[in-house]
């Protein structure tokens, strides 16, 4: 109460350039405001104790008069989430008969965006809605009314976000609804740090944006299909370039301008422009097209929302391609390592590929300390020792003038030179198929191994009735289905069964496997 009498003013030094005394009017709305902000960082706060604070209430919903009035009950005086709602309580009733109700309005405010991150009620966000449309109501035309309308424009903002065409079809146009309210917040008052924060966020909402997604080694000497995401775009506008990569790693480290003046010189080999479908709800749209054939070798695929001018230097992306046939792994065996190499598109190995392995003696370093080279034998396999004192590598495979890079400056370390190794224990699942139909059955079967630098080894059972281990199924929503403690046997594997559930959420289920309290 001391500090409720002491009026900011008086500590004006404390203020930024945001903060008026209208909103932090005495000391205590200062410092409350500072603690308000330390409980958002949970990762302080104390163990969940036997009786959690809950904030799933619909009073804490309530307008300023009846919140003021509400026993918040203490279960855990320590909770960050108690602590939250009980300072914005106290700054409620200091505030709640003030001729002047800005104070009282962002601790309101401040109130609903707690509870719209924090509540897990069904219908939390139809709270925060009728809340907040409430108080634009009361607030419409008065001073603070940009504050309102900010608020309100995020909440379609954040909506916005979850749309689902199924689930929540009613949010597709919830981006230009936010629009809307942050218009009205720069009306209001075109000076406020609202004002200048919808600004901003109208422009990020609005900009246009092209990404490319899916795998960028694509087989050399056929179309293929192309993948990408777009944005507030009429038309786009696709590049391919040929260059080296050795160029293209040097030139991508200067800045962007001049990097894009470097990439409009290169050699064009493919360019069109597609017309970009655009309902103007500001939300991103799925689309493909198709790739010419392209030789072996490396490119560049750009992207822009218009022609590729010099102007055009910030409105555009860039995607890697590298074109080849040939793939190939490898693996660390002891101090070798081994390369199998086989064609990309039938999976025969390539006899006489050639493998050139660089070994770098620390991170940083330009040049390499040795550089082997060897050839693969009929079945597309070779391998070669791991030069001393190698601390990374890199390697990359030609066959018929096609070039793959395998590895890029991986790390090895010296620790590996060290006999005393340490030893890691892993897990192996692999089910019966990859798609399945709700309540059928999965098959599976686990194998434990331990794992050092000399490579992978079966865990031995530890005693005659093998280990125990714990298989969980989770669903694509993370939220455990089902669970199977299981022994290994001799070979250190087990098999299994789930019965997938034949209603509720489709999508990626996987496997947790567990052994004691550790994850595998």
């Known amino acids: 109460k001391a500090l409720s009498k002491i009026p900011i003013k008086e500590y004006a030094v404390l203020l930024d350039s945001v903060t008026s005394e209208a909103y932090r009017p005495t000391l205590y709305d200062f410092l409350a405001f500072r603690f308000l902000d330390f409980l958002q960082n949970e990762i302080y706060e104390l163990p969940i104790p036997e009786i959690p604070f809950d904030v799933n209430d619909e009073r804490y919903w309530a307008e300023p008069q009846q919140f003021a009035n509400i026993d918040i009950p203490a279960t855990d005086e320590l909770s960050f989430s108690y602590l939250t709602l009980y300072t914005l309580q106290e700054l409620t009733l200091l505030h709640l008969n003030e001729p002047d109700s800005r104070a009282l309005l962002d601790a309101t405010l401040r109130r609903f965006e707690y509870l719209g ?3 897990n009620l ?6 925060q809605l009728a809340a907040l449309t409430s108080m634009e109501k009361q607030y419409q035309g008065k001073e603070g009314y940009e504050m309102v309308a900010y608020a309100m424009g995020k909440f379609y903002q954040g909506r916005a976000k979850k749309y689902d065409k199924n689930a929540h079809p009613e949010y597709k146009n919830d981006y ?12 209001m008052a075109p000076k406020s740090i609202e004002a200048h924060n919808a600004k901003t966020t109208i422009d990020v909402i609005k900009s246009s944006e092209v990404k490319f997604s899916g795998n960028n080694i694509i087989p050399a000497n056929q179309a293929n299909l192309v993948t990408f995401d777009y944005k507030n775009c009429e038309n786009l506008y696709f590049r391919i370039i040929s260059c080296k990569e050795e160029e293209y790693e040097l030139k991508r480290s200067t800045d962007n301008t001049k990097f894009y003046a470097w990439l409009i010189q290169q050699k064009k080999v493919y360019e069109t422009k597609l017309n970009a479908p655009n309902e103007k709800d500001y939300r991103s749209v799925s689309g493909h097209f198709l790739l010419p054939s392209l030789d072996a070798g490396f490119y560049l695929l750009l992207a822009s929302d218009a022609p590729f001018t010099n102007e055009n230097h910030k409105g555009y992306s860039f995607y890697t391609l590298q074109v ?5 792994q490898y693996r660390q065996n002891d101090k070798k390592l081994e390369f199998f190499v086989f064609d990309r598109t039938t999976g025969q190995p390539l006899k006489g590929a050639e493998v050139c392995i660089s070994f770098y003696p620390n991170y940083n370093a330009k040049k390499p300390s040795k550089t082997t080279t060897i050839n693969c034998d009929a079945d597309g396999r070779c391998s070669c020792d791991i030069a001393e004192n190698t601390y990374t590598f890199a390697a990359y495979t030609t066959w018929n003038q096609d ?11 010296r620790y590996h030179d060290n006999p005393e190794v340490n030893i890691y224990e892993k897990a192996y699942t692999f089910n019966d198929r990859s798609i399945y139909r ?5 098959y599976f079967k686990t194998i434990l191994v331990e794992t ?13 009735n093998g280990q125990k281990i714990t298989v969980e199924l989770y669903d694509a929503n993370y939220q455990k289905v089902s669970e199977q403690q299981l022994t290994t046997n001799e070979y250190g594997s087990v098999s299994g ?6 209603q509720g959420l489709t999508g990626r289920f996987h496997f947790k496997i567990k052994k004691e309290t550790k994850h595998l």
């Open 117 to 119: 991150t924090h509540s």
């Open 122 to 127: 069904d219908n939390a966000s139809d709270l």
């Open 176 to 187: 230009v609804t936010a629009v809307e309210w942050f218009n009205k917040t720069i009306a």
């Open 324 to 328: 080849t046939n040939i793939d190939a």
């Open 403 to 413: 070039k793959y890079q395998i590895i890029r400056r991986q790390y090895w370390g």
């Open 438 to 442: 709700p309540g059928q059955t999965v």
């Open 452 to 464: 050092t630098s000399k490579g992978d080894a079966i865990l031995q059972q530890k005693t005659d």
């Open 497 to 502: 069964k789930f019965v997938l559930p034949s």
